[in-house]
């Protein structure tokens, strides 16, 4: 069983609705990211937090708005979503952001969105 | 722009059929090169973190290997549960932090 846990692992919604994403580690890592993947396609990052503060956002549309409650937290909120939005919502933590293998993204089972 | 590349897209070998699959990268200022497999409808699972060009990794029947310009990932008699889409990261600095950027992928099919 992974130790990065998403729910839930699927969700429709529509395209006025409010929803959001949950992310949980419990490995003490201080670095966490959100990852999108489209069908066939490889993981594209979203945003990263590092010590529950956002360090990276990879330029992407307010309609996604991530959260960092506490360093074992992570959420992604949706609204206002575009059929484009569909596909895989992946989350993925680390020990850091430093060069040794502390850095290694360990990876939850993702949560399969579907924006009618 | 940093590029990650990986051929071949889709691979299909025999049972015992040994090969290599290929990562070529693009970036400045490479702070490690990552290897990960993923089964259909899951998160990518870590199999091997590579720093310097000449370093190798091995792993049952999986060895991975970096050079400047790329690496190589060998599968040797690879069985029919070796079926997944291999995929290589590469990690680089962003405005003082560092980044993960997936490749392509490659999706290997292992017939008995």
């Known amino acids: 069983d992974t130790e990065v846990t998403q729910t839930p692992k699927h969700l429709v919604m529509g395209m006025t609705n409010k929803k959001s994403l949950k992310c949980e580690q419990h490995?003490?890592?201080?670095?966490m990211y959100w990852y999108k993947q489209k069908a066939k396609k490889p993981p594209e990052l979203m945003f990263v937090y590092s010590y529950e503060k956002l360090s990276i956002n990879e330029s992407v549309p307010s309609r996604f708005s991530p959260e960092c409650p506490n360093s074992s937290l992570l959420n992604l909120h949706l609204h206002a979503l575009q059929p484009e939005d569909s596909a895989l919502y992946l989350c993925?933590?680390?020990?850091?952001?430093?060069?040794?293998?502390?850095?290694?993204?360990?990876f939850g089972a993702g949560s399969r969105l579907t924006v009618l | 722009e940093d590029q990650v590349t990986q051929s071949p897209e889709a691979l299909r070998l025999q049972e015992g059929e040994s090969s290599s699959l290929n990562c070529s990268y693009t970036v400045s200022g490479l702070r490690g090169l990552f290897w990960y497999r993923q089964d259909p409808g899951k998160g990518p699972e870590f199999l091997f973190t590579?720093?310097?060009a000449g370093e190798e990794k091995e792993k049952e029947r999986l060895k991975a290997t970096l050079t400047k310009k790329e690496s190589f990932l060998h599968i040797t008699a690879p069985k029919p549960e070796d079926s997944a889409t291999y995929l290589c990261a590469v990690r680089v600095n962003s405005g003082g932090y560092q980044k993960v950027t997936f490749g392509t992928g490659t999706k290997l099919q292992v017939i008995p």
């Open positions: 993925a933590s680390s020990q850091g952001q430093g060069r040794s293998g502390a850095n290694v993204l360990t």
């Open positions: 490995m003490g890592h201080r670095a």
């Open positions: 590579l720093y310097s």
